[in-house]
């Protein structure tokens, strides 16, 4: 791709970008920025909680996987659905029952500000981390595309996206959110099946001999059921999916944002459980391309960089027509834009309310207080825009791969005390002693990474996998259990 394809690219992306928002946040207030409005579309919402479930690591990475994996994801989408599930039939009614603006609230009424606070908190370290990891490793794949050969520093690259992405969300919050979520679904959709087209017609293939090709290659093989050491081990990934989903997307502020804004629970429940069907769907084709790609480069003789870098290789390097470049790079555009907006979106949330508790002086129903609160939203956005930034911008100082997977993995432990936290509250009827809520949050994780880094020595050559959540939540829930006193009894 020329430079000139590229910044036409971005700049269309960039304008379709503003124009979306600047429709929906027409007339917008505090209402709009936390919830939406409540008026979202169940239809409108499924779409959007597609594009809200991937992020551009996914677009990258998924395709690039399959070399080492297969078609194994799909073991982790089976217990996503199990988990959607469970989500749409206990969390949804709740949070709707409860009138939640925050997910955080409940906790703030179960158990007090200290639970609610040590929530909060655990949310907005794991979010703002992993959501400033996805957008680096982003911008280093548009750095090299363009930034380096304009001759502009990786701080520019940074500077441009979040200040976009600020503007973009400053006013319309939520209800911005949600439809530029939509967009990016259908960009990402499109692109994905444009991509795959050209793949199969540059192999010389039809529809069937693409099937035929990817069900006769070493890359699609679903299920893995031989080994239980293997992280790619069924029964690991299935109940570790369901266990994931339930965390890090029933427990998001971020994730349930969109679902929070359906007009009542029955339309939150449909778009929720449909979504989750057309995800499993965009995911399969996400791992064909995969096989595909890899089928065309063994094909070509092409010594092609395996991993997360091979759908742009292929798309921009090997010869395919030049629509398959720009439709990877705006795919990669869209899914860090959303993102972004949706990350920083749900952390203005949480940490306005939960965190400043300023949620007693705002009427989320009435919209009562909403002049003094907004001015306060305003600079917390700002806030945490400028922090993203300056995260980002210290990954790629500091960005050796082992300090990546420890920030991604400590990022993912922070899920297991919030999920301890909520099942405590939905399955038993004893209260915590608030001393403890933050000390059990804290030493959960910390002696679930020592397990983790030490089960092949300690369980004959046992290796954690996404189940290190269940230990997490776990020890989580049984030191909570110990703190714990029964109603009307402190015993």
């Not at 239809?43 to 809200?52: N, P, R």
């Not at 609230?105 to 609610?116: N, Q, S």
């Not at 001759?151 to 441009?160: A, S």
């Amino acid at each position: 791709m020329t430079i000139t394809a590229i910044v036409a690219t971005l700049v269309g992306y960039i304008a379709l970008l503003f124009f979306v928002a600047w429709r929906s946040s027409r007339g917008a207030d505090s209402r709009a920025f936390f919830t939406g409005g409540r008026n979202t579309n169940s239809i409108v919402a499924s779409v959007a909680m597609v594009g809200a479930a991937m992020s551009g690591v996914t677009y990258i990475s998924v395709p690039g996987s399959v070399a080492t994996d297969g078609f194994s994801y799909l073991q982790t989408c089976a217990g996503f659905f199990v988990g959607y599930v469970i989500i749409a039939l206990v969390l949804v009614p709740l949070y709707y029952r409860m009138g939640v603006v925050s997910l955080y609230e409940y906790l703030d009424k179960r158990f007090g500000g200290v639970a609610c606070s040590t929530g909060a908190w655990f949310f907005f370290v794991a979010k703002i981390l992993s959501a400033s990891l996805r957008a680096y490793i982003i911008c280093v794949v548009l750095q090299g595309l363009l930034y380096d050969k304009l001759g502009l520093p990786f701080e520019v690259n940074t500077l441009v996206m979040m200040l976009f992405v600020w503007l973009y969300t400053r006013r319309g919050g939520v209800r911005s959110v949600v439809w530029v979520e939509m967009l990016k679904t259908v960009i990402m959709v499109c692109s994905i099946v444009v991509c795959t087209i050209l793949v199969i017609r540059a192999l010389g293939l039809d529809l069937g001999g693409a099937v035929t090709a990817i069900a006769d290659s070493s890359y699609s093989q679903i299920l893995f059921l031989d080994n239980p050491m293997d992280g790619r081990y069924f029964w690991k990934q299935f109940i570790s999916g369901a266990f994931l989903v339930v965390a890090m997307t029933g427990l998001d502020q971020d994730m349930m944002q969109t679902v929070l804004s359906c007009r009542n629970r029955l339309d939150a429940q449909r778009g929720l459980l449909s979504s989750i069907v057309v995800q499993i769907i965009v995911i399969t084709l996400f791992l064909s391309l995969g096989a595909l790609l890899y089928i065309y480069v063994d094909s070509a003789g092409v010594d092609a960089t395996r991993g997360d870098g091979l759908f742009g290789y292929v798309a921009i390097e090997c010869g395919l027509p030049a629509i398959a470049g720009v439709l990877f790079l705006l795919g990669v555009v869209a899914s860090t834009y959303s993102s972004a907006g949706s990350a920083l979106t749900a952390l203005t949330t949480s940490f306005t309310l939960d965190i400043l508790k300023l949620r007693d002086s705002y009427d989320v129903e009435t919209n009562e207080g909403s002049c003094a609160i907004s001015r306060y939203r305003k600079w917390v956005h700002a806030f945490v825009a400028l922090t993203m930034t300056v995260i980002i911008v210290c990954f790629n100082r500091w960005s050796e791969a082992g300090a990546i997977t420890l920030i991604f993995t400590m990022a993912s432990y922070t899920y297991g005390p919030l999920l301890a936290l909520f099942s405590f509250g939905l399955l038993t009827t004893r209260e915590l002693r608030s001393w403890a809520i933050p000390i059990v949050s804290v030493i959960a994780p910390v002696i679930s990474y020592i397990v983790a880094s030490h089960s092949e020595l300690w369980f004959g050559g046992y290796k954690f996998s996404y189940e290190v959540l269940i230990l997490n939540s776990l020890l989580a829930f049984v030191g909570l259990y110990i703190c714990s006193y029964r109603k009307n009894h402190r015993g």
